[in-house]
């Protein structure tokens, strides 16, 4: 089933919120910004994902600036997500990819939680990639998706290298 532009799929909330684990004020602000464990949907508009975010690091990490904030959102993202159904098998060959590989297989973890973001390596070195994250219908989240893809591998550095309106840059290293 296609997933409508603007719009997130549901493995992205899923995967966050299970290692989260909101309970109290912070669940009763996830459903009134559109998130409720108890009715979960296909897909979740942009805005909706982009405003839980937005109350996870209000509850999780109040002390942090949203940069540290929402990188640690992403890390949280990953762990949560490798116990979900679809992350169990999406993510149980990482452990065995080397850097390389695993940046050339991130496109398809992408393709699991936003149809429309595009992950393209433009720049190779021997031990770096380039990534152009193109984000044409959804919220640019740099900062979130280095800490996941941090997290997937404690062998890459992460660094955000380049922010625009509709996606950003990433420089990998390891």
């Known amino acids: 089933m296609s997933h409508p532009a603007g719009h997130v799929k549901a493995s992205l909330p899923e995967g966050l919120f299970t290692e989260l684990k909101p309970s ?22 942009d805005h909706v994902f982009d405003a839980c975010l937005k109350v996870a690091a209000r509850h999780c990490h109040p002390r942090l600036g949203e940069t540290a904030a929402m990188t640690e959102l992403g890390r949280a993202f990953t762990r949560g997500f490798r116990r979900t159904a ?13 850097p390389a590989l695993l940046v050339d297989y991130l496109p398809k973890v992408v393709r699991l939680t936003a149809s429309t973001m595009t992950f393209e390596v433009v720049g190779k070195g021997e031990r770096e990639r380039v990534v152009e994250v193109g984000t044409p219908d959804i919220t640019p989240l740099p900062d979130f998706m280095a800490g996941a893809v941090a997290e997937a591998s404690q062998h890459i550095k992460v660094e955000v290298a380049g922010r625009r309106p509709r996606g950003y840059t990433l420089k990998l290293s390891w």
Do not use: C, I, M, R
């Open 24 to 45: 109290g004020a912070f669940a009763e602000e996830l459903k009134v910004a559109g998130w409720d464990p108890t009715n979960p949907k296909l897909s979740y508009p």
């Open 86 to 98: 679809v992350g169990k098998v999406a993510l149980a060959v990482l452990p065995a990819l080397s």
